[in-house]
Every structure is written in structure tokens, then in C-alpha cells.
């Protein structure tokens, strides 16, 4: 049983924030930002474009935390699947810009760095310097997870993408998402 | 209909579900689940959801501290329930005295700088000469509760362009963001610029279409290489489609001629 955990400070941050305690979210963020700006950042990249969604999912967090409901996940879990889909969200917007218009950018503007993916610290973590649980995967699971997971692809779009049967990516992204889970010991509830 | 869907196929839904991955069938058959209370959908689901924020746990990055700061003055610019924006919370949480923060602490400052003079009067003129200090300290407050007052006024107003700088050649880790208000003017923040060589300044333009640069003051940077500079509204100047930094004459000049050190273009 997960509630046999103690009410987790971050639990009791939430409940802070939902009285409108802006101490309690000052602290959640200090403890939690990172892990949301890291998944922000591994999903749009750029890092500018990060940065606001960060802000906008810790804004959301201040509006919402009177919603959150302990007994359907960690704080942790809450603040991840909203990071989530925001930055998906900002990714599609950022696409559907770059395919419907070209804009006249100032040369200089387009020639700086960090405007695109090619922030050196990325492209290190790339080549595959950083080595956690979703790398150690099997290749074709950790590419149908990723592609979901940071790409934000339906599973038809993973099967198009692929070239493989829908059936196929079903079952890659639960036996990936399973090995993961047996990793991180979440199991039991 | 309680076990029509288990096994593999419901922890096949619960994990598309948790990556947000799921196609409208599919996504629709485990939602109906969770709204009909399934207690193993809903376990699978947290457990995959836990699996996912440990996944993404292994990758933190800490944020620039501007990020804190701007949502801290979000947040102490606007109540929570009103800034919702979507008018769909029909419950308004009981008032906080958040809303009027400032203005709080803009009369309480005064309240105690008028307290402070009426007891000065009354026990000796010789506070005289610190009431006059007193009355200027409350005055150099009012005002810059009043600066601040109109930075959160343009932070807040959904109006407000805010536009990325990136750094360039002569200093490419540098970054600003321009939040540009046409009614209100603007607020530039700049970090990582190398430091002013003796008489120069930074100076911010802002370029309309293929006008001209306009020039929108000069600043400065700190020992860390921060700089921030308030910009009165541009008489003329509406929208803007970029705005750039460059090095200049301490006083400021009137075309750019220095090396470009920041540039950005609006959304």
C-alpha cells in the first residue's frame, strides 16, 4: 500500500499552496523546479521556450493545487504530467509555426545560439553521456517510449513513424513502461 | 461491464494513457474506465504516472532564478482565482489580502511615515532635522512602490509582448528578455554581458518594421554581469519587432554605432 507512506512534505505543500500560502509554493518550486525544467527542456529544447512553459506549469500549479487529490499520485507525479503536456503542447505550437510560415528573421537573431536544439549540454547528453533508466532500455522500446513520452506522438503516429503495426508500439510502450516501473521499484498500491 | 478490459490490454491503455499517447478510441475506452471508478485502471494508471516522474526525476536542471522571481511577482501581482483568466471556477476561494499587497504596503509606509512626524512634533523640534529625513525616506519609498506598482502592471497585463534576446558574437551566453507594454512602455533584464569599459553604456533599440532604430535608454551591468533598465513608453513607437543592445557613449546616442551585443525579434 502506498498509503502506508508518510503525508510527504511535498503533500503538505500542496495543501499549503491551496490555502495560498506562498511560502509553501516557494519551497515546493525550490524543491521541484529542476525536475520539471528537465523534462521541460529534454521536450522543447529551446531553452527560452522552457522557461515559459516552466513558468506557466508552476503558475497552473498555484491555481490548481486546491484540485490536487493525494490518492491519485505524488505531488512529484501531479507536477510531471502537467509539465508534460504543457511542453508538448508548446512543442506542437513551436512545429505548426515552423511549417506554416517562414519568417523574415534578422540573420543575426537566426545565426545566435541557443535559439534551436544545439545547446552544447544537450547535444552532450545526446551522445549519450547521461545514461538513465529510459536509455538502458531495449532500442526499440526506448524509441517508441520516446517518442511519446518527449516527441508527443499518438501511438498511430509512433506506428507510422516507425514503419510498424499499431498492435506492435502498443506493446513496446507497455513493456517499456513496465521494465521502467520494476526499476523504480513503483509497484504495489 | 466490471472486467471486460484487463491484463495486458488495460495496462496497455494505462501506459499510452500516462504518456498522453493513446488515439481517441483507445483514450476514450480508459477514460470511461476511470470515470466508472476502476480500481485497477486507476492503480495501473498512478503507478505508470510514478514511473514517469521518476524517469524524469533523473534528468533535473535547475532553472534561472528569474523564472522564481517572475512567477513570485505573478503571484503577488494577482489573486489566484480571479488570475484564472477562463471563467470557469464558480467557487471563489475566500479573499486573501495577497491582492492588495502592495497597495498595503505602499499606505502603510505612508501611515508610518505621517505617524512618525506627528509624534516628532509633538515631543521636541530638535527631530526636526530627522523628520526631514523620515519625510524624504517615505517619499523615496512611495516612489518606488509606485516603480514597482507599474513593473507588476506591465508583468500582469496580458498585452505585454515579451521578447527573447539572445547574445551575439561579442558575448553569445549573454540572454535579456524585453517585456514591451506600447501604453506602459517596458522592462529590460540582461544577464551575462561583459562588464562597460570606462565612459560606454548599453543601449536598448527598438526597431518597428524597417523604421529605424529608436533609441530606449541606457544601463549598465553589475559585477555578475546583470543589468536591468526601465523603458518609458517610446513616443511613436507601438509595436516592436526587435529590440537589440549595443555598446555606446555612456550618454546614450541617437543612431546605434557600437558592436551588437543582444538582439531579439517578437513573436
Known sequence: MREENPVSAATDLIAGIARGDRSAFERFYDLHAALAFGLIRRIVRDRDAAQEVLQEVFWQIWQDAPSYDPSRGSPEAWLVVRAKSRAIDRLRAMRRREQTFVAPVDERVAAAPGNRGDDPAMAAEDRGLAQGALEQLPGPQRRALELAFLEGLTQSEIAARLGEPLGTVKTRIRLGLERLRAAFKVDSA | ?267
Open chain 2, 1 to 267: 461491464m466490471s472486467r471486460e478490459i484487463g491484463g495486458e490490454e488495460l495496462r496497455e491503455l494505462a501506459a499510452g494513457y500516462a504518456l498522453g499517447s493513446l488515439d481517441g478510441d483507445d483514450r476514450a475506452r480508459f477514460e470511461a474506465l476511470l470515470r466508472a471508478g476502476d480500481r485497477d485502471a486507476r492503480r495501473e494508471l498512478r503507478q505508470f504516472e510514478e514511473t514517469l516522474a521518476r524517469v524524469a526525476a533523473e534528468r533535473p536542471e535547475a532553472p534561472p532564478p528569474a523564472v522564481k522571481a517572475a512567477l513570485l511577482a505573478r503571484i503577488a501581482a494577482a489573486p489566484r482565482v480571479a488570475a484564472a483568466g477562463d471563467g470557469s471556477r464558480v467557487v471563489p476561494l475566500p479573499s486573501r489580502p495577497r491582492r492588495r499587497i502592495w497597495t498595503a504596503v505602499l499606505a502603510g509606509a505612508m501611515a508610518a511615515g505621517i505617524a512618525a512626524i506627528a509624534v516628532g512634533l509633538a515631543v521636541s523640534t530638535r527631530y526636526e532635522r530627522r523628520l526631514e529625513a523620515l519625510g524624504q525616506e517615505a517619499a523615496a519609498l512611495k516612489a518606488e512602490l509606485e516603480r514597482q506598482a507599474s513593473v507588476l502592471a506591465i508583468l500582469r497585463d496580458p498585452a505585454t509582448q515579451v521578447v527573447a534576446l539572445n547574445g551575439l558574437a561579442p558575448s553569445p551566453t549573454a540572454r535579456a528578455r524585453m517585456m514591451w507594454h506600447e501604453k506602459a512602455g517596458g522592462i529590460l533584464v540582461a544577464t551575462g554581458l561583459p562588464p562597460v569599459p570606462e565612459g560606454k553604456a548599453y543601449q536598448l533599440w527598438a526597431i518597428a518594421g524597417q523604421g529605424a532604430p529608436v533609441p530606449a535608454g541606457v544601463f549598465t551591468v553589475d559585477a555578475v554581469g546583470t543589468g536591468s533598465l526601465r523603458v518609458p513608453p517610446l513616443p511613436g513607437v507601438t509595436r516592436v519587432d526587435v529590440f537589440a543592445v549595443t555598446l555606446e557613449p555612456a550618454a546614450g546616442v541617437p543612431a546605434p554605432t557600437g558592436p551588437m551585443f543582444l538582439a531579439g525579434k517578437s513573436a
